[in-house]
């Protein structure tokens, strides 16, 4: 094989779990905490990348909901996610689904507006700039109420036609997905799509619920699947598909090590696993990376990348046609490097 590193980036591929404020790097943070006069409780850079030593979830989202309180006015969110879409493009992504938590900006004053303004320009300019294809996914915050999920629910409905779905992320334990049912009923006769984050801290039952109850299109993280053979074998059927984050399940202590991640077992099992970067800014690297790790940890063979890029197609929302037409350059690429 050609330099992993580099087939690895020119593979087309599509980005399906990515938390656009988790693409903050401590730079703009830096930038927008100085335009916008907030103190910090680090002196450098460095000392804040120093801090992003995390045990498990809760002390990563404690650091990550601080970060996003630099975030202030629609440039700054234009400014965020035009980032990330340089990344990504850089690192082969054809197309991006992209989360953003309404609730941990307007919880703090902050337009509902004024964060979705700013990151749809940045989606429609790199679509015309760069050729990436987009979608927005609105996650409600599980360790807030149902009530407060609705209201921002109801807030989403005036830009209805610039989301397709709805998901469900921030602390797992405790907050099952059958807490948000009726907001996922309402979000569904809007015609919205939904996702959710299970099995990443939580158990496989969350897995289930997140199927029965909300009726998701896809598992968000999903790796603890493998402890439950009645649902590994529902989830293969199904095709339904996993989002997997393997440089954030090592931050968080999903899996010791990257050697120790199960994205071979989740792929030799026949599940439609994909490989994403969750919160790149944090956890040390954007999708390319999350490739060549589990590529240099698992010695993933050509097959299986070129199988991760392909389900990744087929796991979005893009529409049968788009597949099509990524999934030829797809084989292109495959058949010509
Ligand atoms: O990995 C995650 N899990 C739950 N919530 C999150 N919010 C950002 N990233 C995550
Ligand atoms: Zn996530």
Not at 5 to 21: Q, T
Not at 128 to 144: A, K
Not at 315 to 329: D, I, K, M, T, V
Request: hydrophobic fraction near 45%; proline fraction near 4%.
């Amino acid at each position: 094989m050609q330099d992993a590193a580099s087939f690895i980036r020119g593979l087309p591929k599509a980005e399906l779990h990515l938390h656009i404020e988790g693409s903050l790097e401590p730079e703009m943070l830096f930038e927008l905490a100085a335009k916008h006069r907030v103190a910090l409780p680090y002196t450098s850079v460095e000392a804040l990348r120093d801090a992003y030593a995390f045990s498990d979830l809760q002390s990563f989202l404690d650091i990550y909901y601080a970060g996003a309180n630099v975030l202030r006015d629609e440039e700054d969110f234009y400014a965020l996610t035009r980032a990330y879409l340089l990344h990504a493009h850089a690192d082969g992504v054809v197309h991006t689904e992209i989360f953003f938590d309404p609730q941990t900006h307007t919880e703090r004053g902050i337009a509902f507006d004024t964060v979705i303004r700013g990151i749809r320009r940045a989606l429609l300019e790199a679509q015309l700039e760069l050729g990436i294809t987009h979608r927005l996914i609105l996650c409600f915050l599980r360790h807030l109420s149902a009530e407060s999920a609705m209201a921002t629910l109801r807030q989403a409905l005036p830009y209805r036609d610039w989301i397709t779905a709805v998901g469900l992320d921030s602390s797992e334990r405790g907050h099952p997905p059958s807490k948000f049912v009726t907001v996922f009923d309402r979000a569904r006769a809007e015609g919205l799509l939904t996702v959710a984050h299970a099995g990443e801290e939580g158990p496989p039952a969350y897995i289930v619920e997140a199927l029965d109850l909300l009726h998701v299109s896809r598992i968000d993280h999903g790796v603890r699947c493998l402890e439950d053979e009645a649902l590994v074998q529902r989830l293969v059927r199904e095709q339904m598909p996993l989002t997997v984050c393997p440089l954030s399940n090592v931050m968080l202590k999903v899996f010791a090590r990257a050697e120790d991640h199960n994205l071979r077992g989740l792929l030799q099992r026949g599940l439609c696993v994909t490989v994403n970067s969750d919160d790149p800014a944090y956890f040390g690297g954007y999708v390319a990376e999350n490739y060549l790790a589990m590529q240099r940890a698992l010695q993933l063979t050509r097959a299986e990348l070129i199988q991760l890029a392909r389900n990744s197609i087929l796991a979005s929302f893009l529409h049968s046609s788009e597949q099509s037409r990524h999934l030829a350059a797809i084989e292109a690429y495959a058949a010509s490097h």
